[in-house]
């Protein structure tokens, strides 16, 4: 019977120990008055859980724990303000203890980090085979680059806005023969004066339903560097579901001694130097890949208009494509009548035929009412030649039915 009583007791003590814990939840300021000492007392499976205001801190580390780190109200209330200037380089939080998909950083504005160093640092470091989540967070303002990932690192980046920072957005940066990954999905990357996202030597990347805009250069690179023993059986990098939209460079850029890349059913629109440039999948192709006008409600929100050529309805993948759904109703771009993403005097000679020449009307009739009086006439068209020529007031930027 004792022995009986010993193999049931040992049987109850293994099964017990196999269920995590829930862990405790730190409150700050309640529990501890910073989040530099909430996470200092987290152990494995608590939660640090942040009140609304602005915290003055810096160069936060999860030291490989397995923890969530998370504001009670979301980014615009909660506030990390780094604080670093020239000789006094700080950044936001720095993950380089090998800490996992497990551990959570979530919901919070990091701005003001500053670190101009020749290795291009992040406010958000993943290094040394970090790859932790990191959800819901704005990164703006920031003397360097939003995000940098390197040392075989592979963290979640999910539904962040990384924009104004003055290098890249997010920066995959590991160099000759060690590569990182990342998993970047439903984020909004613009304004950043470097590239939108730089892969210098990634394997195994998945950029997927973002909304890249307005870079300074590229919106994404992909760039490697020989040789890197990089063969055509590694890993690709996928893009797929994204907009990239006006940045100064290309909308995508593939450079040479890289692994095949998957980019599929892309609206690059509007990008400087060209929309898909030396990548395998061209305008229109079989992939789903095309340049058309995005047709957001308004900029920068992105979201979308009811007849954006990137909602599932409206393009040949069926899928919807950027970091935001539908937001409004149809519209158009005001003034462009001849349907060619710009306004010009070819518009202008179209209205001209148009209203006096029995000429065809535009295929949206509401974008030749120009100055939004719900009249097309010869009002429209003086109203169109003074802004064009005479720096009169703007047209009617998008126009609803």
């Not at 460079?249 to 059913?265: F, L, T, V």
């Not at 001849?338 to 518009?347: A, Q, V």
């Not at 030749?368 to 006439?377: F, K, T, W």
Request: glycine share 10%; with cysteine.
């Amino acid at each position: 019977m004792r022995t009986f009583t010993i193999i049931i007791s040992a049987i109850l003590f293994v099964a017990f120990s196999a269920i995590p814990s829930l862990g405790e939840t730190i409150h700050v300021p309640l529990d501890q008055p910073t989040i530099a000492a909430g996470i200092e007392a987290a152990v494995n499976g608590d939660t640090v859980l942040v009140a609304s205001g602005t915290y003055e801190e810096y160069n936060l580390n999860f030291n490989g724990k397995t923890i969530s780190v998370i504001s009670e109200s979301g980014p615009v209330s909660t506030i990390i303000n780094v604080n670093g200037s020239a000789g006094d380089e700080r950044l936001g939080f720095i993950f380089e203890n090998g800490e996992n998909r497990s551990s959570l950083l979530e919901g919070f504005w990091i701005h003001e980090a500053y670190d101009v160093t020749s290795y291009n640092p992040g406010a958000i470091m993943c290094v040394n085979g970090s790859s932790p989540t990191i959800r819901n967070c704005t990164i703006v303002n920031n003397h360097c680059t939003g995000i940098r990932i390197a040392g075989l690192s592979n963290p979640l980046i999910e539904g962040c806005y990384i924009s104004v920072n003055s290098f890249d957005g997010i920066h995959i940066a590991d160099v000759y023969t060690t590569f990182s990954a990342g998993e970047i999905t439903g984020c909004i990357v613009d304004l950043n004066m470097g590239y939108g996202i730089r892969i210098d030597a990634g394997l195994d990347v998945h950029i997927t339903n973002c909304t890249i805009a307005s870079n300074s250069q590229d919106g994404i690179l992909i760039y490697g560097d020989p040789p890197k023993n990089i063969s055509t059986e590694d890993p690709p990098i996928y893009v797929n579901n994204c907009i990239l939209y006006k940045n100064g460079g290309a909308g995508i850029r593939r450079m040479m001694y890289y692994p095949p890349s998957q980019i599929e059913c892309n609206d690059a629109y509007g990008n400087t130097d060209g929309e898909f440039v030396n990548v395998a999948a061209s305008i229109g192709d079989e992939n789903g890949n095309f340049s058309a006008n995005p047709v957001f409600c308004v900029a920068p929100d992105y979201q979308l208009s009811s007849n954006s050529p990137c909602l599932p309805l409206n393009n040949n993948c069926g899928v919807l494509i950027g970091a935001s759904g539908q937001g409004c109703g149809p519209n158009y771009f005001c003034g462009d009548l001849d349907d060619n993403g710009e306004r010009d005097l070819s518009d202008v000679t179209f209205l001209i035929a148009y209203v006096f020449l029995n000429g065809p009307a535009p295929e949206h009739l509401v974008v030749a009412d120009v100055n939004c009086d719900d009249r097309i006439n010869i009002q429209d068209i003086t109203y169109y030649i003074a802004y064009l020529f005479r720096g009169g007031l703007e047209l009617c930027f998008w126009c609803g039915e």
